[in-house]
Each structure stands twice: as C-alpha cells, then as structure tokens.
C-alpha cells in the first residue's frame, strides 16, 4: 500500500480537523498515513494573544520528509483569497526538491478553509495546486462523485478542487459532518490512487 502524508497549517483547530477527516479517509484504504504541520512563524506571544490553537499534536514536518510519501495531501486557511504565510514559507524551500524531481510522479493534493462561503476558497485551493504542479505531482481533486458538495439545503464547503471548509468571521463555527464527510471521501480518493500507482 502507499504512504500518504496529510501536511497542514491550522491557526484556529478548523484545519487541523479537516486533517484528521482527510487522513481517517486515506487511512480507510490500508494506506500508512501521517499527518504533520508546518512550524508557526508568528511569535508565541502574538499567538496566545491571537487565541491561536497551540495544543496541536501533529508533528512539524520539514521539506526533507516530502520525497518519502507517495502521495502529499496539503491543507492550509485562506489569507485573502490564498494560502496562509505558514504553508507558503514552507513550500518555498522545497527548491532542492524540485531541481532532483523529487517529488514528480507523485499524487498531490488540496483543502482548505475560510471564514465566509465567498472568501476565497478555491483561489487558495488553486494557489496550493500550483505549488504542487510546479512540484511534479498528479493533482487530484474532490469529484462531484462526493454529492455532499452539491447540498443546497445547508451552507457547505467543498469543491471539485478539494475539500473545504467554512468557519465563520469569529472562527465559532466548526467543520460541519458535510465538510469532514468530504475531506474523509478527499483523503480515500487520493489513497485509492497512490496505491494502484505505488501500492
């Protein structure tokens, strides 16, 4: 079976959640799984008094532990309609990577989160999916196959481009079961296809 990592940046918990759905999702094909997070840039003190969620279990990843999974699943909030400095930082120094080919042939793929249904959800999803193609990776998004994402009857995230959730200008409201049900179906979809490739 194929090695997936779930790699995210969560200020609040709301991604970190979606993580955890992704990887349960992933999990649920036989692949082996790891979730990891990006270190913080902000200082402590900004982020205790930001109300940041400093209790995170996963943990911190570095750019050298990319090219031993099969497939990379890459979660991150939206800051203004792209990812959050945190993700970004860390992509960037994955440029030795990228001249090797490391990571090419690799299944790749995005979620994220924003604070309102219109906040940029799929212009982050598609900064995320850029890195990744300039990376090598097979990109996989979140098939209409999922009919979670076609609900009209509850304020949802979700796209073709990835699972996603919606958190509220406060940050008060949770992934709902809609949302972690599709980053669940995200997470088995991406497996399914790391292990016909590599399992």
């Known amino acids: 079976m194929s090695k997936v990592l779930v790699l ?9 959640q979606m993580a955890e759905a992704v990887a349960e999702g992933a999990r649920s ?28 279990k996963a943990p911190i990843a570095t750019v050298d532990d990319l090219e031993h999974y099969d497939a990379i699943i890459v979660g991150t909030g939206t800051r203004y309609g792209r990812m959050s400095s945190q993700m970004a930082n860390f ?55 999922f009919q979670g994402q076609l609900k009209l009857d509850e304020v949802t995230g979700g796209s073709p481009y990835g699972a996603t959730t ?10 709902s079961e809609n949302e972690l049900e599709g980053a669940r179906f995200q997470g088995r979809h991406v497996a399914e296809i ?4 590599f399992g």
């Open 166 to 175: 919606i958190t509220g200008g406060d940050g008060s409201r949770q992934p």
């Open 91 to 145: 992509l960037d120094q994955t440029g030795g990577l990228w001249m090797r080919g490391a990571l090419n042939g690799k299944v790749g793929a995005a979620f994220s989160a924003t604070a309102s249904q219109h906040g940029g959800q799929e212009t982050t999803l598609f900064s995320i999916i850029t890195n990744l193609m300039h990376l090598g990776l097979v990109v996989v998004g979140l098939p209409y196959s």
């Open 8 to 16: 995210y940046y969560s200020s609040y918990g709301h991604i970190e």
């Open 29 to 56: 094909t036989g692949a082996t799984v790891d979730i990891k997070r990006v270190p913080e840039l902000v200082p402590e003190e900004v982020a205790k008094n930001s109300h940041f969620k400093l209790d995170q």
């Open 194 to 197: 790391a292990n016909r490739l």
